[in-house]
């Protein structure tokens, strides 16, 4: 079964901090990882992508990390702010598959 | 470019009865993906129609259906409704499948 495991179930950082979002897959073929934001009452929006030709891509305070032979990819949100408080969702994908999502993770971020 | 729009965005439905949610894609999105989302589940994927043939199934059962009509919108179908099915039904499109997926609000159905 094509499935994407991410941890934490949720998170809690101190404004200023560093959030790290983990995911896990098992379908080699995967080669296509983007990140989803979701705010309460809203649709997952994109976030930021990565393709397993690079081991890294930033994007403002958005980083993620991706370990081919672990087989693992992570987001890093650096500085995180009260408005980085969401749901966040790992996934991944190939060729004219669908997309397979992880289950999330709630970040709360304090000031 | 017009984002996903979807139809309703809220209903409230009574056990055994059916529903019909739509989906407009983005324009020349030809994939239209469907997604049950409920608290501690994640999102779940129902299935993907892709130039009105659908391509991809989840796992939920027969009483979940959808179809994709020739300018790449899409309806999806829910029949003899349970307690179990209120959750936010979201849908998504992109230019191919597994690219970069475009979702709209949801609607966030209600079973009483």
């Not at chain 1, 404004?15 to 979701?38: H, L, V």
């Not at chain 1, 991706?66 to 890093?76: G, I, M, P």
């Not at chain 1, 702010?81 to 709360?108: E, H, I, R």
Request: aromatic content about 12%.
């Amino acid at each position: 079964q094509q499935q994407v495991k991410q941890s934490p179930q949720s998170l809690i950082v101190q404004k200023g901090g560093i959030s790290i979002i983990n995911c896990a897959y098992e379908n080699t073929a995967f080669d296509y990882f983007p990140w989803y934001q979701q705010f309460p009452g809203k649709g997952p929006a994109l976030l930021i992508a990565i393709r397993p030709d690079v081991s890294e891509k930033k994007e403002g305070r958005f980083t993620i990390s991706f370990n081919k032979s672990a087989k693992q990819f992570s987001l890093h949100i650096m500085d995180s702010q009260p408005g980085d408080s969401a749901t966040y969702f790992c996934a991944a994908g190939s060729g004219y598959s669908t997309l397979t999502f992880g289950k999330g993770t709630m970040l709360l971020v304090s000031p | 470019k017009a984002g996903v729009t979807q139809t309703p965005r809220y209903l409230i439905k009574t056990r055994g009865q059916q529903v019909t949610l739509s989906c407009s894609p983005i324009s020349g999105h030809r994939s239209v993906s469907w997604y049950q989302q409920t608290p501690g589940q994640g999102l779940q994927f129902l299935f993907e129609y892709f130039s009105e043939t659908q391509r991809n199934k989840g796992n939920f059962p027969g009483r979940f259906s959808g179809r994709q009509f020739s300018n790449s919108r899409s309806e999806m179908n829910v029949s003899t409704l349970e307690l179990g099915d209120s959750a936010l039904y979201l849908c998504a499109s992109s230019l191919f499948g597994a690219d970069t997926q475009y979702f709209g609000p949801g609607t966030r159905l209600t079973v009483l």
